[in-house]
């Protein structure tokens, strides 16, 4: 029963990946249908992720009310919907439309399925539910692009994926008995009773302010790092505009394949442990790339160490989450955790994107530097304010 349930939770998460990089392989395509700018695909990314922040901070409230199986389930159609309104659109204002379901969907459920995993499952089911997410989000640029190289075009690309993500919103709800059976209890054994403090409560538990900070200083340089490393070894390094698109791509394998070795390493060490050695190994692929070197070797083997740096940070904090702030709140923070992650990986990519226009793209790994250096020093921070509780000292 178990197996079938944590089945149904990788499965869940490989859909929550699938649509992440559909629009950015779709719209070179999708814009001239729509008689839209180049640059106004950047609104419709703007209007998902506030739809993930809204829906990440009701997320607790949402769970508390119809359980967490519903809540991903009622997510994953959400989200099934907004693809279909995708393929169908004839108009940019319609896509706008459609983002709404589009981002509430996604923030619901990865905050819903996050605290589940955290509550009843190990650390190693924690870093490969996130190695999961990032099968979904390969694999759907793939359906995409198999489809624009076909006869079915963007709007197939999207229809696919719509099916494949009802399919599994219509297996979750024929699931939901089987979620509140094996939820009844965390992995302890114990009841978990949620908390009743608001959001202003929440923030006032010790180390919270902290870890938000953690996550959106960690999710800027993440999110950063995905989006203009290939800018930065074709425009600084010198590299050929598709050999940098292709070698960029070695940050993600870094961390897909980093967070598979993690669940690993979660059965040994404790997420505090993984977590400071993640963000030193970060900092060492950063500094590798910054290297004033006319080669771009030391930069490419940097944005891969870089990757398999990141890889254990997000999957561990959350994990360690129910130990270092309490049980009965953890709902409510991973929530409020998802919405400062989004908030970084909103704000700090466009920011690095105004200050190389007018600076330099050489500023590239000294902006991740900056942000990778502050995880590194709040997650310390946050380890000493909540070690009264256990802190992030958490293994398996």
């Avoid at 944590?6 to 629009?23: A, E, R, W």
């Avoid at 006869?151 to 979750?172: C, D, E, N, P």
């Avoid at 500094?287 to 990757?307: E, F, W």
């Avoid at 940070?313 to 709140?329: D, L, M, N, Q």
Wanted: with cysteine.
């Amino acid at each position: 029963m178990t197996l079938l349930f944590l089945t149904l939770i990788y499965v869940s998460f490989i859909g929550l990946g699938l649509p992440d990089g559909l629009l950015g392989a779709a719209w070179p395509s999708m814009h001239a249908d729509m008689h839209a700018e180049v640059w106004m695909a950047g609104i419709l990314s703007l209007l998902i992720t506030c739809g993930t922040i809204v829906s990440s901070l009701l997320s607790d409230r949402l769970t508390k009310r119809f359980g967490a199986g519903a809540v991903t389930a009622v997510s994953t159609a959400m989200t099934a919907a907004a693809l279909l309104g995708f393929s169908l659109a004839d108009h940019y204002w319609m896509l706008c439309v459609c983002t709404i379901p589009y981002g509430l969907g996604a923030g619901a459920v990865d905050a819903a399925l996050n605290n589940v995993v955290a509550l009843h499952f190990s650390a190693k089911h924690m870093s490969w539910l996130h190695c999961f997410w990032g099968v979904g989000a390969s694999v759907g640029p793939c359906i995409m692009g198999a489809c624009l190289t076909g006869t079915l075009g963007w709007r197939g690309g999207y229809t696919v994926v719509m099916i494949l993500q009802a399919v599994i919103a219509f297996s979750l709800f024929l699931s939901l008995p089987l979620w509140k059976r094996t939820l009844k209890t965390d992995r302890d054994g114990e009841e978990v009773v949620p908390s009743s403090l608001g959001f202003g409560g929440v923030l006032k538990i010790r180390g919270v302010k902290a870890v938000l900070l953690a996550f959106f200083c960690y999710c800027a340089a993440e999110m950063t790092a995905m989006l203009w490393s290939s800018s930065y070894l074709y425009l600084h390094r010198g590299l050929d505009e598709g050999v940098a698109a292709f070698l960029a791509t070695l940050f993600y394998f870094g961390m897909t394949a980093g967070r598979f070795v993690n669940g690993f390493l979660a059965e040994r060490f404790s997420d505090h442990r993984l977590i400071r050695a993640g963000a030193l190994i970060a900092l060492g692929g950063i500094l590798l790339c910054a290297v004033p070197i006319d080669s771009p070797v030391l930069s490419i083997a940097g944005l891969l160490i870089l990757g398999i740096g990141c890889a254990p940070i997000y999957p561990c904090i959350i994990h360690a989450t129910p130990v270092a702030f309490g049980k009965e709140h953890s709902g409510a923070i991973i929530g409020i955790e998802m919405a400062a992650a989004y908030l970084g990986s909103c704000v700090m990519p466009p920011l690095f994107g105004w200050l190389s226009s007018w600076i330099g793209m050489w500023l590239f790994p000294f902006f991740l530097l900056i942000f990778m250096a502050a995880v590194l020093l709040l997650f310390e921070r946050v380890q000493r304010r909540t070690s009264s509780r256990g802190g992030l000292n958490q293994c398996s």
